[in-house]
């Protein structure tokens, strides 16, 4: 009971976590594009556990192949998800894209069953089905919406789906290899190389003086999604997949709390906590059902 009671608050603390990041990150797209701040927010992420990890990694652990599993998990997470998700908050807001960010329980449960054998709960089906039900209901225009293009939907749908991908290796990973430090230096390192290499690091951080004013709330980011993943590999280290990727999933709400409270200017509609309502349910739903 209490293991599982920890596996849950330290899912929960990922989910605040997560909420915090992406306020963070809407507000410094205010004044820097979404390349520059992701990458910003990686290496911040990437110091903070290359730091750590000099004082708890040890010279064995390097030889264990589940390494080379976090270096694929930082192929492209959280390199180009992060990148993803950036701009889909930059087009959609944190609400509605957390929301349908919200959507990997399902390649979760997917991953479960293809990679785990676990079988598929009645539960787990309602869930699901709640969960694809409240992402449609984004696309409905209520009254006093911002507009946007419900191909924006894509940048949302493919960092969830990039993510949840990264929960079930890093699961494997962490049964191999339980250093949850190593985990994300090696992730985060890796995809600094991509982001930055891809993007062109000398060109897109040496911008405008207003554009670099936006570089201290991605500084702040990445300390947040550094707690984030912290306490989201301590969760997969002591939980399974279909009960810690749901529960990450529930940070929707704490973005819809804490952007009413601190950033009053996005508009959340009828429709937006319709949609809240509906997802968190059915994500836990998906919890129960394993």
């Not at 603390?13 to 990150?25: N, P, R, T, Y």
């Not at 089905?129 to 984004?138: K, N, P, T, Y």
């Not at 090696?186 to 897109?204: D, E, H, N, P, Q």
């Not at 996005?266 to 968190?280: G, H, K, M, W």
């Amino acid at each position: 009971m209490i293991e599982t009671a920890g596996v849950t608050v330290l899912a929960l603390l990922a989910s605040l976590h997560f909420a915090v990041g992406a306020l963070l990150v809407k507000r410094g797209l205010h004044q820097t594009d979404s390349v520059s701040g992701s990458i910003i927010t990686i290496a911040t992420s990437l110091v903070i556990f290359g730091a750590a990890a000099v004082f708890t990694m040890e010279r064995a652990e390097w030889s264990s192949p589940a390494i080379w599993i976090f270096a694929a998990i930082g192929l492209l997470r959280p390199s180009f998800s992060t990148m993803l998700a950036n701009e889909g908050k930059h087009r959609l807001g944190p609400t509605i894209s957390a929301t349908v960010e919200a959507a990997s329980p399902l390649f979760a449960v997917m991953g479960g069953i293809l990679l785990l054998s676990e079988p598929v709960e009645a539960t787990t089906l309602i869930g699901a089905a709640g969960v694809v039900a409240g992402i449609m209901l984004l696309c409905l225009r209520g009254r006093g919406s911002a507009r946007w293009s419900p191909l924006a939907l894509l940048f949302p749908f493919c960092a969830a789906l990039i993510r949840s991908g990264a929960h079930v290796g890093a699961r494997w990973g962490l049964t191999l290899l339980p250093n949850v430090i190593l985990t994300g230096m090696i992730a985060y390192a890796v995809s600094f190389l991509i982001a930055s290499s891809t993007a062109g690091l000398g060109r897109k951080l040496m911008g405008t003086r207003r554009a670099l004013q936006g570089w201290k709330w991605f500084v702040l980011a990445g300390l947040a999604n550094s707690g984030a993943i912290f306490t989201l590999n301590s969760a997969l280290m002591l939980g399974s997949v279909s009960r810690v990727s749901p529960l990450i999933a529930t940070y929707p709400l704490f973005t819809m709390i804490l952007s009413a409270v601190f950033y009053r200017q996005e508009p959340i509609t009828r429709l937006t906590v319709l949609a809240v309502a509906i997802v968190v349910p059915s994500v836990m739903l998906i919890t129960l059902g394993h």
